[in-house]
């Protein structure tokens, strides 16, 4: 397995700097089909883009189009998938609706040639995603997942200190989402919030873990698990441990990294220093008076806080995706990388219901094409 993953992609350089200036208009139009808790959002970040002549809220549920319509007078609103499939004017579609639908809306956008952002995770299996990929390469449209961390000022931090090597050689890598809600109707809480942690850290490793293991349990629906622990073994002795839960008394979005060198803290809930590196680490000498003993050292070095400049990471991804459209380029966070997620989760609910075991993650045929 091992196959590197291509971390950042030089058509996300534009990224950093900001493309769209106020007024200047890129594509036709973009609809954002599911006005729930998120899509909302993806409305607010294209209509202060101005990257578009028309921005579409597409949703079934009038009410949700009537806030949307109170919100952004300016938008129109539409509650037909299909109407927006007819409508040629629409270049381009966000599809922010339950996990179980994002497989049949994305595939009847793409078929009608429009290009596709499909929140996370892409689908709920690597055979859809492969076929959401194959599709988008046979109509020539951009194929995108909303992984919205590897978007976020404090996630690009930690990738480059990691490629820098500042923290040496990457030992664990520890995180935590938990928080009491939002429950989801059609996945569990791994599909849910550890595809942000997997998608993290597999941006991190530039790689996939060999094997997967999840423990979970679930407490107010059968089989919907809403407490569970996964385990991401890699290659080179490294393992991941990503622990979510929608019944935490606390909002928890704390990541650590331990390496050999240094130590790092990523606390999301921080408003102001969201990253510290502990210059702290463990050395071991053999204790030479008894043979087969050791000694440890441990250092308490200095705690460093990096500046980092921050803007809304959907608005960088909603930025990014609008690029890639118009000119025709392939997203930091494409298919692929949207695929590699669903097999770690695919990987991690095999686990789940066979007890806990470790499950191999199949590679997916896609990484070959
Ligand atoms: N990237 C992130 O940080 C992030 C954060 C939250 C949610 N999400 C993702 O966004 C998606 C939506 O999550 P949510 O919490 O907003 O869900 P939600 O249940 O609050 O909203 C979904 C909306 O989709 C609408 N819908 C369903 N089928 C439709 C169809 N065929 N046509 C038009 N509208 C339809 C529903 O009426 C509902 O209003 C999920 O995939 C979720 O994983 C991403």
């Known amino acids: 397995m091992n196959q590197n993953l291509s971390i950042e992609s030089s058509s996300n350089s534009h990224m950093r700097n900001g493309l769209f200036r106020d007024g200047q ?25 101005h990257c578009c002549n028309r921005v579409i809220a597409c949703d079934l549920d009038a009410e949700r189009r009537a806030r949307i319509s109170g919100l952004f007078p300016a938008i129109d609103t539409s509650s037909s998938l299909g109407e927006v499939i007819e409508d040629s004017s629409i270049d381009a579609a966000v599809v922010a609706t339950p996990v179980s639908t994002h497989y049949p809306i994305a595939r009847r956008l793409l078929e009608a040639g429009k290009s596709v952002l499909v929140e996370k995770p892409l689908a709920m299996s690597r055979t859809q995603g492969e076929e959401l990929l ?78 997967v293991s999840c423990q979970g349990r679930s407490h107010y629906r059968s089989e919907v698990e809403d407490v569970a622990m996964l ?23 704390r990541t650590t990294i331990v390496g050999s060198r240094k130590m790092l803290v990523y606390d999301d809930t921080d408003p102001q220093e969201k990253i510290r590196i502990y210059d702290k680490g463990v050395s ?14 441990y250092r308490y070095g200095d ?26 380029s392939t997203p930091k966070t494409d298919g692929l990388s949207g695929i ?3 097999s770690v989760l695919e990987a991690a609910s095999q686990s789940l219901r066979s007890g806990g075991g470790l499950v191999p993650v199949i590679k997916s045929e896609a990484e070959s094409i």
């Open 134 to 211: 194959k599709l988008s390469r046979a109509q020539g449209q951009v194929l995108m997942v909303g992984h919205t961390f590897e978007y976020s000022a404090p996630v690009l931090k930690l990738s480059e200190l990691i490629s820098q090597g500042e923290l040496g050689e990457i030992f664990y890598i520890s995180s935590v989402r938990a928080n009491l809600g939002l429950f989801q109707h059609d996945v569990n809480v791994a599909w849910d919030l550890a595809t942000h942690d997997i998608s993290i850290i597999l941006m991190l490793m530039g790689r996939m873990p060999d094997a």
């Open 340 to 342: 590699r997620v669903v």
């Open 284 to 297: 071991i000498q053999r204790y030479y008076d008894t043979y087969g003993d050791f000694q440890f050292a």
């Open 303 to 328: 705690v460093r806080i990096p500046r980092i400049e921050e803007t809304e990471p959907l608005r960088r991804e909603c930025e990014h995706f609008v690029h890639c459209v118009t000119t025709s």
């Open 231 to 253: 385990e991401l073994h890699f290659s080179g002795n490294v393992i991941a441990f990503v622990h979510v839960s929608w019944l935490d008394p606390n909002k928890i979005r």
């Open 25 to 49: 208009t890129t594509l036709n139009g973009i609809a954002v089909i599911g006005l729930g808790y998120w899509g909302p959002n993806w409305i607010r970040n294209l209509s202060q883009l």
